[in-house]
């Protein structure tokens, strides 16, 4: 921390060189920027409808004040430089703004969508979130407690060809389940995926399970289903020799 001693002094040699010192004092506390990266909302730019209003933002690490208006695409930085005379010398001070709009210069433009996403938080806020988090892990720790979990080969399942397969949980009631999941693992067993795997072929969810009974039958069923055109709908998953793979259940003892 940079410090100037002005106590019990009658008079201040106000040269250059303590200005510069003085600015120097101010770019160290500019470092503190740094908490919460090089691009974010410090303050303000609160979207209403097609406009934000004005605030502070730090851009690639500079501070500065932001002017609000009208959404665009990008928001720019404005370096305005003015050059005052005094006697026979000069001096040059520059002003960094940002403000919607796009600069000739790349390096001068930051997307809009980046700033809007990038705000932060202050420490009150984050306490907040962090006592809420931690109550959420207590909470779900006490409802852990006393579990168990159940594992179960799904066996042979030509997934190519048959698109539903029925798997017998023993011993347990449907009210005691907490979660039921399953895996499923390709021909080759390279390949190992959740049957709700998001197809990458762009044709959604691949399958899904689920427990159920049907009465009179008091066997809790896991219902695994494929569906069809997606992603196990193929012959890299239809063997009949190859477990399919797992059905895991989360139970209350």
């Not at 921390?1 to 019990?8: E, F, V």
């Not at 209403?48 to 009208?70: C, E, H, Q």
């Not at 066996?155 to 397969?165: F, Q, V």
């Amino acid at each position: 921390m940079k410090t100037i001693q002005l106590d019990n002094k009658r008079d201040f040699p106000l040269t250059t060189t303590a200005l510069k010192y003085i600015q120097e004092a101010y770019g160290d506390f500019e470092q503190l920027t740094k908490l919460g990266g090089d691009n974010y909302i410090l303050s303000g730019g609160v979207v209403t409808g097609t406009a934000a209003s004005s605030g502070w933002v730090v851009i690639a690490g500079r501070l500065m004040p932001f002017l609000g208006g009208t959404i665009q695409s990008n928001v720019r930085v404005v370096a305005t430089s003015t050059v005052i005379t005094v006697g026979r010398g000069t001096r040059e001070h520059t002003v960094y703004t940002a403000e919607f709009g796009t600069s000739a210069n790349p390096a001068e433009n930051i997307g809009w969508d980046v700033l809007n996403s990038s705000r932060l938080s202050t420490l009150l806020t984050l306490k907040s979130l962090a006592s809420e988090l931690s109550s959420a892990v207590s909470l779900l720790n006490q409802n852990l407690a006393g579990t168990k979990r159940l594992v179960i080969e799904i066996g042979s399942w030509d997934m190519d060809s048959l698109a539903t397969k029925d798997i017998d949980i023993p011993t347990i009631t449907a009210e005691k389940v907490i979660s039921i999941s399953a895996v499923i693992i390709d021909d080759s067993r390279y390949g190992v995926y959740n049957i709700d795997f998001n197809d990458p072929t762009g044709n959604g969810v691949a399958g899904q399970v689920h427990a159920t009974r049907t009465n009179p039958d008091p066997i809790l069923k896991a219902k695994l289903k494929r569906f069809e055109n997606c992603f196990f709908d193929s012959v890299f998953f239809g063997s009949t020799s190859v477990n399919r793979g797992f059905v895991y259940v989360i139970y209350i003892d």
